[in-house]
């Protein structure tokens, strides 16, 4: 059974920066391509980013493109976050998810990042 | 990118409703559509994949339709495990994926 477990999340001033981590078991995480994929209080998901079964390939949302990194270890079986110059409207609950053909078949619990002084 | 917008943003029913929800994309997106499903405090789950097929698991009273910029997903009779929020999601522009800003079911 696949299952994603992120951590790390937590309250962060503004400015700040904050790596979240995505334990993934039950699958073979170094074939899956994966995904961040963040909801706000109140809204509708967002994804954030991707990264490649490889990790040689990523993409990233506008909103987020040049403070935000994504990594990943295959001997570790974990997916990573680097968000840096966080702001307000970062605020969110962070998943980690798997695509499949593009939306989302399997997802974590979720880590809450709050932005704020 | 592509916005996708939902209507309504919320809805009041009961159970044995018939529920309608729709999604329309600002742009042309084939069948690349899905519906998610969303209680609090828990991760979206995928309902329907390509507008109209129902994940593993789903019951058949949830359908999914539509191509193009217009879908809908229909709740034949509403059971009380369903009040829920849905989220309609764009993949045609794949990794840029959006979603819909969700509907929300209430009971009444």
């Known amino acids: 059974e696949v299952h994603l477990l992120e951590s790390g999340g937590g309250l962060v001033q503004p400015g700040g920066s904050l790596r979240i981590s995505c334990a993934a078991s039950?699958?073979?995480?170094?074939?899956?391509?994966m995904n961040w994929v963040r909801q706000g209080p109140g809204k509708g998901p967002e994804w954030v980013s991707l990264i490649n079964s490889s990790g040689g390939r990523t993409n990233y949302a506008d909103s987020v493109k040049g403070r935000f990194t994504i990594s990943r270890d295959n001997s570790k079986n974990t997916l990573y976050l680097q968000m840096n110059d966080l702001r307000a409207e970062d605020t969110a609950v962070y998943y980690c998810?798997?695509?499949?053909?593009?939306?989302?078949?399997?997802w974590g619990q979720g880590t809450l990042v709050i932005v704020s002084s | 990118a592509i916005q996708l917008t939902q209507s309504p943003s919320s809805l009041s029913a009961s159970v044995g409703d018939r529920v309608t929800i729709t999604c329309r994309a600002s742009h042309g997106i084939s069948n690349a559509l899905a519906w998610y499903q969303q209680k609090p405090g828990k991760a979206p789950k995928v309902f329907i994949y390509?507008?109209?097929i129902l994940e593993h698991g789903v019951p058949s009273r949830f359908t999914g339709s539509g191509s193009g910029t217009d879908f809908t997903l229909t709740i034949s009779s509403l059971r009380p495990e369903d009040f829920a929020s849905y989220y309609c999601?764009?993949?045609?522009?794949?990794?840029?994926?959006?979603f819909g800003q969700g509907t929300r079911v209430e009971m009444k």
């Open positions: 039950g699958f073979t995480f170094g074939n899956y391509a």
């Open positions: 390509d507008a109209s």
């Open positions: 999601q764009q993949y045609n522009s794949y990794p840029s994926v959006t």
């Open positions: 998810a798997i695509p499949s053909s593009g939306y989302f078949d399997s």
